[in-house]
Structure formats: structure tokens, C-alpha cells
């Protein structure tokens, strides 16, 4: 079993940066490709960036590439997403998940979700 736990979200404006932060307890982290996903209202989860177990392989959707940079310290079993140049349509609910299958960024591959923070960005 393993816990996560999200934090990072708020309210700002278009062009300000958000950090969220992913905790994981429990089964050794190492052994997880981690990922971002986040929810609109009313749209189907999608997948923001993904990272390997070792940290060298990132997947990013394009939506947000050149502004979102995910990272990951395995010695303290968190995963990081730096949000720079944010957009109305960043405005989600965003989710921490953790995949036994490696990297990948279909939803449907990932054994454990966090809670979700609000990520909402005003005009």
C-alpha cells in the first residue's frame, strides 16, 4: 500500500507559478513511476507529466510543455511539480499517482491516487 499525499494548490493569477508537492508512505517509493494528472470540471482526467523510477525519463503533455517541470527526490519519496506561466486552462483539480508498471501516462496504469489539490488560476 502506498499514501499520497498532495499539497501546493491555491487561487493566482494567469502568469504566476504554483509548486505542488506529492508525499509518499509506505512501500519503497523507488519502485513507483510517479505521475500528475489533473480534472477539469466536466473533462476527462489527463495525464500532465509523468517520471520514471530513476528520475531520467519524463513524459509532459503538450498542453503544458516549456512551462511545467516534474521532478522527483527518491531519498525523501516526493515528487514535485514546478507550474511556471500559468493559464485559465490549468484550472483542475490535480492528483499525485504512483505506477508499479513504469512510466506511462494512461490513468487507467497507476495503482494509487492522492487526494487531489485545487490548482485555480484566475484572468
Known amino acids: 500500500q502506498v499514501q499520497l499525499i498532495e499539497s501546493g494548490g491555491g487561487l493566482v493569477q494567469a502568469g504566476d507559478s504554483l509548486r505542488l508537492s506529492c508525499a509518499a508512505s509506505?512501500?519503497?517509493?523507488?519502485?513507483?513511476?510517479m505521475g500528475w494528472f489533473r480534472q477539469a470540471p466536466g473533462k476527462e482526467r489527463e495525464a500532465v507529466a509523468t517520471?520514471?523510477?530513476?528520475?531520467?525519463?519524463?513524459y509532459y503533455a503538450d498542453s503544458v510543455k516549456g512551462r511545467f517541470t516534474i521532478s522527483r527526490d527518491n531519498a525523501k519519496s516526493t515528487v514535485n511539480l514546478q507550474m511556471n506561466n500559468l493559464k485559465v486552462e490549468d484550472t483542475a483539480v490535480y492528483y499525485c499517482?504512483?505506477?508499479?508498471?513504469?512510466?506511462?501516462?494512461?490513468?487507467?496504469?497507476?495503482?494509487?491516487w492522492g487526494q487531489g489539490t485545487q490548482v485555480t488560476v484566475s484572468s
Open positions: 517520471i520514471r523510477r530513476d528520475g531520467m525519463t519524463v
Open positions: 509506505g512501500r519503497t517509493f523507488i519502485s513507483y513511476a
Open positions: 499517482a504512483a505506477s508499479i508498471r513504469g512510466i506511462t501516462s494512461y490513468s487507467r496504469d497507476y495503482d494509487y
